[in-house]
């Protein structure tokens, strides 16, 4: 549970207590969403190679994010929403894909879900902002372009940028994964199982323990599972405070 100091916290950002104040039982479950609708035609480059990445810096890596068309959504974008935060955190958060606020700022996770997690970051003493590197966290989606309408993402746009998302990976080091949302949960943890039969326990990606919670604009529409991410989000502050972190 959040500390008094924690609670008033989110309180004073509006956005009210988020975490389960009784063990009363949630259902709901983000598994089920809308077809993916059809991506106009376009004729896009050759999927980027993670090997081609392995030796990107940075800046290098951001500038290839920047110019890729490697898929039909770069058609549409306003911007490439590359990440956030401190490049060499401990915590490193996945979301899905950018919406349409993500799209004209160029940071993931803006708008009502993206004060959402900044409220469960806040309530563990987190912050993507500047600060302690400690307190510090690295956000990153797993598609760099918005999808048309805010659609689902599609297999091949997902597969087209996997390497963009593996190198940033490889260059943060987390010691601890977060990944927010089914496509996030399903294409690291290379599985189709639904997020409620996944959370609530360690995950391993390439080394990096992972641990598998609900995306906030899901828990802006189910508030009750709220107490579940509350329980994920500690299990991830456990995992990293045994490996010393």
Known sequence: MPTERQRAMLREMGIGPW??????????????SAAPVASPPAAPDAAPVASALDTLSWPALREA?????ACALCERRRQTVFGVGNERAQWMIVGEAPGEQEDL?????????????DAMLAALDLTREPGPPERQVYIANTLKCRPPGNRNPQPDELARC???????I??????ILLAMGRFAVQSLLRTDEPIGRLRGRVHAYRGVPLVVTYHPAYLLRQPADKAKAWDDLCLAAETLARRGG
């Open 162 to 168: 996997e390497p963009f998302l593996v190198r940033q």
């Open 170 to 175: 490889q260059l943060v080091q987390p010691r």
């Open 105 to 117: 700022l160029g940071e993931p996770f803006v708008g009502p879900a993206g004060r959402l997690l």
């Open 65 to 69: 994010v920047a110019q890729c068309r």
């Open 19 to 32: 975490w389960p104040d009784d063990d009363a039982a949630r259902s709901g479950d983000p598994a089920a």
